[in-house]
């Protein structure tokens, strides 16, 4: 029978991190199993404490532990049980490794946005620390303060007027700004948030935006914007704690269900996964191991991809690639069980998975068609740990893999040889997953992602292949209008439709307007670059079209 107590939920903790430590836990010297009450009652503490916490807080409670504020973060009190602080001014956070003899064991639980949406400010990243742990924000004090566009602005991807488009926004629009910079044309420029998946980061001429810069820091041109901690440096003890019923030192991350994988860099890790996970570090960031827990979860270094099932693990030795993917150790995630219940999701520990057959690790290699791929490729194989290897002379499998593009939708296709595979299976880069020789998917946002594709014969074999997916932002400039449209209905029987091809891409574009004897006159503002048409309904032809080029104003009667 498990010795454990079930703790009571923590009223589904799911929006934000929450990084609760609390570790002396007083106990009756005549007490039995004192291990397994204190660990238990470590637990207990930390799931009353820290019930009021929000997004991007941290909940701490171990005078005996470090917590130490970013340079020039004043005020900063975090020396009791319960204290609540914004993680954005916590740059480092210790927590107690496990000690029967002074009472104690550290405990911590986070909640975090990653990569998640503003606009799913209820759906949030968790994080429960335990023992012997060390983590440190990688990423530098990132400010926030909620402002406007004064008008439609360009989100450019550095902060001058010669910077690549990414995006655009509309007058009045809600803009986070995230850091302020100042380029060498005396130009104030603003970095604010901006939904790519990789940088989620754009740059805004700052006369453009209402904004309080009272708490924006100055930042660099190359700069990004990470949420709180979306990007950390975290360690464990080394050893197993004293205690063989305390689970061995680590954290445990739980993503939110219904939106897809969530993003995080740990000890240069990139990790995208959907719903939960066991981390730990040994040394001084030496190895860092994931092992999933439920869900699917990708590792990535150095363009080295390598994806988890539940009961597997893999480790990363500094500066490594990823490590195969191997069965868990069955015994020490047992010992997991409790502090899954500091989760807002409901989980249990899986079996370990059955030890697959080697999948040949490969890098981005061109092959396939469609920008970012050359027709003929071949995927070369990085490593195959344990398993069979493609030499000159040997097997002669391959895929080919590529795409074509319709605005924000991408067709993929892919192909195999010289017999071909059992199953294909995508990952579109933004979190999206497909199957099948063909597939297409249509992306949320703008910005350059990395797809890949694995290709599976029905012996086990598999290769996988990555390459780029570029969705280019509208070319206009919404910035200023540059003139006027009119079109005059001046007939007696036909209707037209008037519209733009660019639409797509200005969220503001009002929708196609028909001209017959009723509504005999349609007028707008416009902007460089916009393409205007007329479509003749009787016919389905398009009657005229003009691209606008200049300032003068555009008349066109429709006969």
């Not at 897809?260 to 996964?273: L, P, Y």
């Not at 693990?313 to 868990?328: D, N, Q, Y």
Request: some cysteine.
């Amino acid at each position: 029978m498990r010795q454990w107590l079930r703790l009571s939920r923590l009223g589904k903790l799911g929006s934000v991190i929450i990084l609760a430590l609390v570790a002396v836990v007083a106990l009756a010297q005549h007490m039995p199993d004192a291990c397994f009450t204190l660990v238990q009652g470590a637990l207990q503490a930390a799931a009353q404490l820290c019930t009021e916490i929000a997004r991007n807080q941290v909940c701490y409670g171990n005078v005996l532990n470090v917590a130490t504020p970013f340079d020039g973060v004043d005020d900063f009190v975090f020396d009791t049980a319960g204290d609540i602080e914004q993680l954005l001014r916590v740059q480092t956070l210790e927590l107690s490794p496990f000690d029967e003899q002074l009472r104690q064991w550290g405990v911590a639980l986070m909640k975090l946005q990653a990569t998640l949406p503003d606009a799913l400010p209820g759906q949030n990243v968790t994080f429960v620390l335990f023992g012997d742990t060390y983590i440190e924000a990688a990423t530098g004090v990132q400010g926030r303060s909620d402002g406007a566009a004064r008008t439609a602005a360009n989100i450019r991807i550095g902060p001058n007027d010669t910077s690549p488009i990414v995006g655009s926004v509309r007058a009045g629009a809600a803009v986070v700004v995230t850091g302020q910079y100042t380029n060498s044309l005396d130009e104030l420029w603003l970095r604010i948030r901006f939904e790519d998946y990789r940088t989620r980061t754009g740059w805004v001429l700052g006369d453009l935006v209402d904004a309080d810069l009272t708490e924006i820091p100055e930042v660099t041109a190359d700069s990004l914007t990470y949420s709180p901690m979306q990007a950390f440096y975290f360690k464990t003890g080394i050893g197993r704690p004293t205690c063989s019923a305390a689970p061995t030192d680590g954290m445990i991350v739980q993503t939110p269900s219904g939106v897809g994988k969530v993003s995080f860099t740990v000890n240069g890790i990139e990790v995208a996964m959907g719903s939960t996970a066991y981390i730990d570090s040994r040394g001084d960031f030496d190895q860092t191991c994931v092992t999933l827990i439920a869900g699917d979860a990708d590792l990535r270094v150095a363009g080295v991809l390598i994806d988890l099932n539940p009961g597997e693990s893999s480790c990363t030795r500094k500066s490594g690639p990823p490590g195969p993917a191997h069965p868990f150790d069955a015994e020490a995630m047992a010992l997991l069980e409790p502090v899954l219940d500091l989760l807002p999701e409901d989980v249990t520990i899986p079996p370990p998975a059955i030890r697959r057959t080697p999948t040949p690790v490969v890098s981005s290699v061109p092959g396939g068609s469609g920008p970012g791929a050359t027709p003929g490729g071949t995927p070369v194989v990085i490593a195959t740990p344990g398993g069979p290897t493609i030499t000159p002379g040997g097997p002669s499998r391959f895929v080919n893999a590529g795409y074509s593009r319709n605005y924000f939708t991408a067709n993929f296709t892919a192909s195999g040889g010289p017999d071909a595979p059992a199953t294909f299976n995508w990952y579109f880069g933004d979190g999206g997953v497909g199957g099948g020789a063909t597939t297409s998917h249509t992306y949320a946002v703008t910005g350059s992602f990395s797809a890949l594709v694995e290709a599976c014969w029905s012996d086990g074999f598999c290769l996988q292949q990555s390459f780029g997916v570029d969705v280019p932002p509208c070319a206009i400039d919404f910035s200023i209008p540059i003139s006027t449209i009119q079109f005059n209905f001046t007939g007696t029987s036909e209707s037209f439709l008037i519209g733009r091809q660019d639409e797509w891409c200005n969220p503001s574009a009002s929708s196609a307007v028909t001209l017959n004897s009723t509504n005999t006159s349609y007028g707008t503002s416009v902007y460089l670059g916009e393409h205007w048409f007329a479509v003749d309904l009787s016919t389905s032809a398009v009657v005229y079209e003009v691209t606008v080029s200049n300032a003068s104003p555009i008349y066109m009667n429709l006969p």
